[in-house]
């Protein structure tokens, strides 16, 4: 018998996340952290990521009120990084960091008229001018999701600064686009399965671009019209990402079929456990602690930490790898980032598990430790590494919430 069959016979009792109790755990109290140091190393990371000047830092401004993620690795500034930045102001209460990125964002991004009307251009060179037209998925509900936690936090203002305005618009054109653009344009979610997609043209998804928690809150922010669509949206996403795990690692690929299996892009790559897959772990874990446990998910993260345990614990070995476990010719891209998505795994795991398995409990709460004790990048390809430390330290601090 598996241990999620196992121990979904002894956790008989439904436990509810933290939008219905208002309850965050703080998991790295239980690796021995103290909340002094836990905040410290929140409000440390925070300066670092977003002080120019500091060596960890990828945040800049235009000096015409504008601030943007710069992707150190390609030179760019992307609707990835700009919504990362948006979800970890409002995280800090950080109203000014917020605007300032929403602010360039809605210069250069946003597309007014056309196919992609509504939606944002996914790459831009530092001075705005766009490296491409069409949009990625990932942004765009990252955008919604922080401007709806926004708005609940600070309140609606004067365009562009009406958060909430801002984020129905957002979701009305990723499920109507093609009614509101005549034809012209394509949803970002596949009207026929509810599930995300690529890009608006393709039939196809990354499994990491899954985020039912998200779903959840537009299931009751965004138009009343539209709520019935996110609330399935959620029930996909959670049905689909236990598809595209592998079922002895727990590795999803980087792009897959809607049944999971894994895609390879015409431009190569995609079918691997790569840059954009790592961030699953962290999704399954914020899915827990927002709207409750599943066993599915338990089983996914004990296997992503079993793995990596049985890899060795040097980052700096790490490799790419096959979904099967396999290793590549190349080492991990970012493997700072890859530690703290493994270390987010404990969130999907304790949350279901508690401390039934002291095996399963202490290998967390090391992951959680060795993570918690690595310091952020100060190399070129810093960018991606610092954001899912960032999210992940939020995440196992109790600090990733809903407002």
Not at 29 to 39: P, R, S
């Amino acid at each position: 018998m598996s241990d999620m069959k196992k121990n979904s016979a002894e956790n008989t009792e439904i436990k509810k996340g933290a939008f219905y109790t208002g309850e965050y755990p703080n998991l790295l109290a239980k690796a021995g952290f103290t909340e002094d140091e836990i905040n410290s190393r929140i409000n440390e990371w925070f300066y670092q990521m977003f002080t120019p000047g500091e060596p960890q830092c990828i945040y800049g401004e235009d000096g015409e009120g504008g601030g943007f993620l710069i992707d150190t690795g390609n030179d760019d500034v992307r609707t990835e990084g700009q919504s990362y930045g948006m979800m970890m102001a409002v995280q800090m209460d950080r109203q000014d960091i917020f605007n300032k990125i929403w602010r360039w964002t809605k210069r250069y991004m946003w597309h007014a008229d056309g196919k992609y009307e509504g939606y944002f251009a996914w790459s831009c060179n530092l001075d705005g001018t766009r490296r491409a037209q069409g949009p990625a998925p990932d942004g765009e509900e990252y955008f919604a999701a922080a401007l709806f936690l926004a708005s609940a936090r600070w309140g609606d203002g004067e365009p562009p600064f009406d958060y909430s305005v801002q984020a129905r618009d957002i979701l009305r054109h990723c499920v109507h686009q093609h009614t509101l653009t005549g034809g012209a344009g394509e949803p970002m979610w596949d009207p026929d399965n509810y599930l995300i997609r690529f890009v608006p043209e393709t039939k196809w998804t990354d499994p990491s671009y899954h985020l039912p928690h998200f779903y959840e809150i537009f299931a009751r922010r965004a138009d009343e019209c539209d709520h019935e669509f996110w609330h399935r949206a959620a029930d996909a996403s959670r049905a689909f990402i236990p598809k595209a795990a592998h079922p002895e690692t727990g590795l999803c690929p980087e792009y897959s079929e809607y049944d999971g299996r894994p895609k390879r892009a015409q431009w190569g790559g995609g079918s691997s456990f790569y840059s954009d897959a790592y961030r699953v772990a962290i999704n399954i874990g914020l899915d827990s602690i927002w709207f409750g446990p599943r066993p599915e998910y338990a089983q996914i993260a004990r296997n992503i930490q079993r793995f990596f345990d049985s890899v060795g614990r040097d980052i700096t070995k790490w490799m790419d790898y096959e979904i099967d476990g396999t290793p590549k010719s190349r080492p991990a891209l970012h493997p700072v980032g890859l530690l703290a998505t493994v270390a987010a795994a404990s969130a999907a795991i304790l949350t279901y598990d508690g401390t039934q398995d002291s095996k399963v409990e202490k290998l967390c709460l090391d992951w959680m430790r060795l993570f918690f004790e690595t310091p952020l990048r100060t190399d070129k390809r810093r960018y991606f590494d610092s954001d899912l430390c960032f999210f992940t330290l939020l995440l196992l601090s109790g600090r990733y919430r809903i407002w």
